[in-house]
């Protein structure tokens, strides 16, 4: 019985190795400038985002918000942790010659973000106008919005958790393996 248990282990640890391999080997990160200048909608695509300054929040929820992140002189949505934004805030802050590399899946913009997004917008760009080097203000109509963000948001929150689910149990199983290995080889208990 407890050599077939032992198989089973081995067999699922290496399904789950190949399963890691798969997603790390093929399914390369794509910059998310490449999805969104070309006004894709494609959700659940594996992007990154290289991040030079946090613009604020658009609309918040519990621990997690929609933030105005800029990367590649353009402005993206991004879902993402309060406290992983504010740590990448201050990252930029005290390096403002670097990025700072996110990593999430896309995900379609919903109607409940674009008006607090317009908002956000309207507000920054008139707040900011003087230093964009452009003396009138601005409103961003429905139609603008997608000109400002594209179709998608970087969710960071939904990237990692199959990924680390599948490396935590694969760790697991290694771990058992060599503890039964050597349970049984120098019978320690």
């Not at 990593?103 to 317009?118: F, R, Y």
């Not at 760790?171 to 039964?180: A, V």
């Amino acid at each position: 019985m407890k050599k077939y248990f032992v198989i089973g282990i081995c067999l699922l640890t290496i399904f789950l190795s190949i399963t890691i391999y798969y997603e790390i080997e093929y399914h390369k990160l794509v910059n998310i400038h490449d999805i969104t200048s070309i006004g894709a909608k494609n959700q659940d695509v594996k992007v990154y985002l290289d991040t030079t300054f946090v613009a604020g929040t658009v609309k918040s929820e519990k621990n997690h918000s929609y933030y105005v992140m800029f990367g590649d002189g353009v402005q993206y949505l991004v879902y993402i942790d309060n406290s992983k934004a504010n740590e990448i805030n201050e990252y930029l802050l005290n390096h403002p010659d670097k990025s700072y590399r996110i990593e999430g899946v896309t995900k379609l913009i919903s109607q409940d973000l674009i008006e607090p997004g317009k908002k956000f917008v309207n507000t920054w760009l008139n707040n900011n106008h003087h230093e964009i080097g452009d003396e009138h203000s601005h409103e961003i109509t429905d139609d603008d919005f997608y000109h400002y963000f594209g179709h998608v948001y970087l969710d960071v929150k939904a990237n990692n958790l199959l990924i680390k689910i599948i490396i935590y149990i694969t760790g697991t199983m290694g771990i058992l393996m060599i503890f039964y290995y050597f349970e049984k080889k120098y019978h320690l208990i």
